[in-house]
């Protein structure tokens, strides 16, 4: 074996521009997908995050009085799904109003009477799906004495199609990058068995294996895949650390975000498929040649 990768490192050096280019293809190729990788990663997340602990408001009707609370908890008890259910009233309401708004409580002053309505706090236990959360709503909203209902919708439901849009594009991207980068491969293969014809056919004329004689091509390209996808990682690494200490601290005050680079499971998927890419394109390269 040793004698096999001593013959493709210096195929690799007798063909240095090949070689860069092959190699910066792949990495470019494993750099896309795993650009998608790490935001369905870190989407599927938060989505996750929510769903286990996703919260809802209920705002109730004016003619809502506090003795009515019992009958409302027994009926959003019935309706299944919710963990923990909070009444606030509007007298707290309107206290945690003026506390979060802090100096700028001037306004208040000037009420004749408290315009927030009574509301419940509820925690819904992990649901599998959005679909689930809005059946839920909508049966919090059918009943009585509750006037509206809010759990992010707006927002969720724009995270929603953003992040199928994203996922039906990154297959796309991804296909089209990594049939790009094997077809390199395999034409990096083809140049490099046809500047070693000669010595290739003495091979055969003195009795070598076909075994024997592609196994250096298969070691060059499980190294050029290799190489291909450890770039890749790095530059994504680069520009993970570059840019998620920037958005942390110009949006870290106004958002929770708990952005995450790819776990040790997906970067040893992603090196394992690079390296597969390798041999694969060195495999159809020799399939067509040595026929």
């Known amino acids: 074996m040793t004698r096999f990768l001593k013959k493709a490192f210096a195929d690799i050096r007798s063909n240095r521009f090949l070689n860069v280019i092959t190699i910066m293809t792949i990495s470019l190729s494993i750099l896309v997908v795993s650009v998608f990788m790490l935001f369905f990663e870190n989407a599927s997340r938060v989505l996750e ?37 909070t009444f606030i009233p509007k007298s707290r309401a309107l206290k945690r109003l ?11 002053s000037t009420l004749e009477e408290n315009p927030l309505p009574h509301a419940v706090e509820i925690s819904m236990v992990a649901l599998p799906s959005f679909d689930q959360v809005r059946e839920l709503a909508a049966g919090i909203e059918a009943l009585d004495l509750v006037e509206s209902v809010e759990y992010g919708q707006g927002w969720l439901g724009r995270f929603l199609k953003l992040f199928n849009l994203f996922k039906m594009t990154g297959y796309g991207m991804c296909s089209l990058f990594l049939l790009i980068a094997l ?22 004329l003195v009795g070598a294996t076909e075994g024997f004689i ?15 996808g450890v770039l890749g990682v790095m530059i994504l690494l680069a520009g993970y650390l570059a840019l998620s200490s920037g958005i942390t601290q110009n949006l870290g005050s106004y958002v929770y975000l708990d952005i995450r680079f790819l776990s040790w499971q997906a970067m040893a998927v992603i090196l394992f498929s690079s390296t597969f890419l390798g041999w694969f394109g060195c495999y159809l390269s020799l399939k067509q040649i040595l026929k």
Do not use: C, H
């Open 49 to 85: 995050s929510w769903n286990q602990g996703g919260r809802a408001m209920i705002y109730l009707e004016s003619r809502f009085s506090p003795d009515m609370m019992p009958g409302l908890r027994t009926r959003l008890e019935s309706l299944g799904g919710i963990r923990e259910i």
């Open 98 to 108: 003026q506390e979060e708004m802090g100096s700028k409580t001037e306004f208040f």
């Open 183 to 204: 077809f390199i491969t395999s034409n990096t293969v083809r140049l490099a068995f046809y500047s070693r014809k000669t010595e290739v056919e003495i091979m055969r």
């Open 214 to 228: 592609k196994t250096p091509f298969y070691v060059e390209g499980l190294l050029q895949g290799f190489l291909g």
